[in-house]
């Protein structure tokens, strides 16, 4: 009889929360076995912000040549989109990445059984030592124990059963970004005009591809700054991107052309739905981005007392545990904040206390704080945020100064020709601690970074100020617009605040 396969940690899903948390664990010299249906990587990898960006990248290129190249000084044809290569190119990126991902798990002996990952019970005894007994069950069959268990399952495009979503000509966002999606539509409905939405149309947009939001709020992006919001649509309108507001969507079908979608006012109530006034708007293709779905079902969690609510498994907030000792997770599957970098940082806080319980390893425990995280969107302009937005500021402290900047006024955005949007700052008046900030305009999401680090660390708007920023550089969109919180803004015509 072979010896048990024993592991200081077992991690289910080698999504980014997974693969993050095998690979830290690792690095602290735990035993640790990682398990995974589908390809590493999970959804930002393999079908979300890697694939996106990498189409992004794409179109910012194509829209330089377009907008830039004459007034540049570069004479050149009219450049044409070849999707087919660009998606040959994005297919080219992620399949590197995931290659990355698993040479780092050969490199620090980390195994990877493929196939899907389940808690058969919690007490099992091996060797006199109490551990938990999982199994894989697909490529790889496989029995093992450990002492304690990450769960980082992920998420899935939300199915709503009127969508009608048949992955053909109606399609969820998995669909989208499919190796085998090489065809651009001639005309594009996106329902949702989110995050997810509002980068997708922006990327079909430039393609030539003429494109319809359906939104059921009174604004796209809603949760982002009003200002932001009215600089993207100026954005979208030269686009020629359609985006209706305040659409309750009833139904979606595929038609023999195309599909069609049937709305009313988002206002009417649902028992007056069928008799109130109806739009109809039709495409080639239609994609559903409404939201994601957390995993969780079929890990045994049920089994082991942890609550599930809505497909989330609930933790400890500060440490990630499930209410079964031993077991955590991390990621889409748990954290309100569905994004990558929150599944990266949830497996580090994880990882330390999973390890510091068993001990024997230097490592001290950590507690969550999910008080500052940044936010991105990859349109064109670009978007970072984070912290309260302005008008929640206010709500919250007594007074509130708010410093804003735009890109037509500093010289390294000019000579770029990159003079879209601005970045604001918004601080306690009373102490000059950063509450929030948001930027739209060129490298918005790397700018924003540098207030997310201020927030964490509790430096305050002058101290940010008194900070030397190269010149010349889009940097000093941060430097200007923290001075403007205290009217001190040398670009901009401002008084003094005291």
């Not at 998606?87 to 990355?100: P, T, Y």
């Amino acid at each position: 009889m072979s010896e048990p396969q024993v592991y200081d940690i077992f991690v289910i899903g080698a999504g980014s929360g997974g693969y993050h948390a095998a690979l830290r664990a690792s690095q602290y010299g735990a035993k640790v076995a990682i398990c995974e249906k589908g390809k590493v990587g999970g959804t930002c990898l393999n079908r979300g912000c890697i694939p996106t960006k990498a189409l992004y990248s794409t179109v910012k290129l194509l829209e330089d040549i377009k907008q830039k190249s004459k007034t540049f000084g570069v004479n050149v044809s009219e450049p044409v989109i070849d999707f087919a290569q660009a998606v040959e190119r994005k297919n080219k990126v992620v399949d590197e990445l995931v290659a990355g991902i698993e040479g780092l798990f050969k490199q620090r002996k980390v195994p990877l059984f493929r196939g899907t990952g389940k808690i058969v019970a919690k007490d099992a005894e091996v060797n006199g030592e109490s551990l938990f007994q999982c199994s894989v069950e697909g490529e790889d069959n496989v029995e093992l124990y450990a002492r304690k268990v990450i769960v980082a399952t992920g998420s899935t495009p939300a199915q709503i059963p009127a969508f009608n979503i048949d992955h053909q000509k109606i399609l969820d966002s998995d669909d989208i970004l499919d190796p085998n999606f090489n065809q651009l539509p001639q005309t594009l409905l996106v329902i949702g005009a989110g995050v997810i939405g509002c980068e997708f149309a922006n990327i079909f947009a430039n393609m030539g591809v003429k494109v319809v939001m359906l939104e059921f709020l009174p604004s796209m992006l809603a949760t982002e700054e009003k200002l932001v919001i009215k600089e993207l649509q100026k954005s979208f309108d030269e686009l020629g991107i359609e985006v209706n507001v305040s659409q309750n969507v009833i139904s979606v079908q595929a038609t023999d052309t195309g599909v069609i979608a049937t709305t009313c006012d988002a206002s009417v109530p649902k028992e007056e739905v069928e008799n109130a006034e109806k739009r109809t708007f039709e495409a080639d293709l239609c994609l559903v981005s409404i939201g994601r779905a957390k995993v969780s079902a079929g890990v045994g969690l049920e089994d082991l007392g942890v609550e599930i609510e809505r497909g989330a498994i609930k933790t400890n907030p500060k440490t990630l545990e499930t209410a079964c000792p031993g077991v955590y997770a991390v990621g889409d599957v748990t954290s309100p904040i569905m994004l990558a970098h929150v599944a990266y940082y949830g497996a580090n806080v994880a990882v330390a206390n999973a390890l510091h319980a068993i001990g024997g390893f230097d490592v001290e425990p950590k507690e969550c704080d999910l008080s500052v995280v940044p936010y991105t969107i990859f349109t064109s302009p670009e978007i970072g945020s984070v912290g309260l937005r302005e008008e929640k500021a206010k709500e919250k402290t007594p007074k509130v100064y708010t410093g804003r900047f735009f890109y037509g006024s500093l010289g390294k955005a000019k000579a770029m020709g990159e003079e879209k949007g601005f970045m604001q700052v918004s601080a306690d008046a009373s102490n000059g601690q950063i509450l929030g900030a948001t930027c739209i305009g060129e490298g918005a999401p790397e700018l924003i970074s540098e207030i997310a680090l201020a927030m964490q660390n509790k430096i305050t708007a002058e101290g940010v100020a008194e900070t030397i920023h190269s010149h010349p550089t889009i940097s000093e969109m941060v430097l200007e617009s923290v001075e403007d919180v205290y009217g001190m803004a040398i670009h901009k015509a401002a008084h003094r605040r005291k």
